[in-house]
């Protein structure tokens, strides 16, 4: 009757708000991601700055660090980077389903794995499924700082170093434009003494300047920023004198590369996730917007026809009363 | 009779303006620095950095890193730092007794260097206190 669709109505335009508002939270920290970058861009700069410098007075030398070191891989530890909230389109399934197509591949290659799942939907996802073997679970945060990367880069040192794995990837999403993002792989484990990463078919990926770029780009000031931070740190001396051997300071600064490797990646997933989020909220409140409107129509002329209808009756009566 | 110090950490600019006198705490000891020092670049131990503001000393927490002096310019880059300020004292003392814990009862490879990671990280929380306490008494 028309009170039910009354009822619908009222309820649509609920989802409507609710969907409305979602988006705009959604907005919101997507711009403190970007923030997030931002203030992180010092010091990225720097150490890829310091490493490239580091690397050309190295180069000669032959290189020996634990966290360089090739080894024939027999394990392989998947570090699976997952949203904690759901309501985000197929971006959780998506990286998802990478994993286990990743887990299937190492499979038929004969390689054993072990999951580190961060998120709490992947936390989940992996419960559910006991056979796959995973190492730690861990929470995400709202918004990833070097202290989550952290416990993550010390995860995945000690699996490394201890030799339990032998190359460590990390799954997640890359940020591409607020709508679109890609689930890819890339190593983490071991580092090549080049400072360079590698993906799964041996191609490079440029460390540092990408992804952050088409970050920080997307608004005008923040180009800004960035371009007083880069004239800031460029006049430094190139001659500089090792306080130690080389080797310890790439220790030093390995470790750091691995934090900043896994931070950069914790913010690009959260970014995809909030920039599907924010289309699948817009078009939720999209559909919400049509279903109200056509329910309106119907309940419109629900009532259209109950009127008529009404005074029809009257109309009749009046009638039979003259012509009593 | 000034130079810059910047230190950097993936989240934020922890500091960056211009300081008297530091004492970093490098992987082969400690070492002060003075305006005009050689250009060195030099790791950093998970220690203590002990800065000095004209007659003032604070102390800070570093969880290891790199550092590179130039120019009247220093750079730290570390993964965290703390300042000893912003330490709960009672929270460092009960998160070295855990690592200590931890370390005790740690089996096997991995789970030593884990343990040994965090009392390290946790010894500095602590010593960071300890230094500011003594300065202030």
Known sequence: GLKDLKNRIDSVKNTQKITEAMKLVAAAKVRRAQEAVVNGRPFSETLVEVLYSINEQLQTDDIESPLTKLRPVKKVALVVCTGDRGLCGGFNNAILKKAEARIAELKELGLEYTVVSVGRKGNSYFNRRPYIPVDRFLEGGSLPTAKEAQTIADDVFSLFVSEEVDKVELLYTKFVSLVKSNPIIHTLLPLSPKGEICDINGNCVDAAEDELFRLTTKEGKLTVERDVIRSKTVDFSPILQFEQDPVQILDALLPLYLNSQILRPLQESLASELAARMSAMSSAFDNASELKTDLTRVYNRATQAKITGEILEIVAGDIECIIW | ?137
Not at chain 2, 83 to 93: F, K, M
Not at chain 2, 96 to 125: D, F, V, W, Y
Request: proline share 2%; aromatic share 2%; net charge neutral.
């Open chain 2, 1 to 137: 009779m000034t130079f810059n110090l910047c230190v950097l950490t993936p989240n934020r600019i922890v500091w960056d303006s211009e300081v008297k006198e530091i004492i970093l705490s490098t992987n082969s000891g400690q070492i002060g620095v003075l305006q005009n020092h050689a250009p060195i670049a030099t790791a950093l131990d998970i220690g203590i950095l002990r800065i000095r503001l004209k007659d003032r000393w604070l102390t800070m927490a570093l969880m290891g890193g790199f550092a590179r002096i130039g120019n009247n310019e220093i750079t730290i880059l570390v993964t965290d730092a703390e300042s000893a300020s912003d330490i709960n004292p009672q929270e460092a003392q009960q998160t070295l007794q855990i690592a200590e814990a931890n370390l005790n009862k740690a089996e096997g490879k991995r789970e030593t260097i884990e343990a040994n990671l965090s009392l390290r990280r946790a010894k500095t929380r602590v010593e960071a206190i300890v230094e500011t306490i003594k300065r202030i008494s």
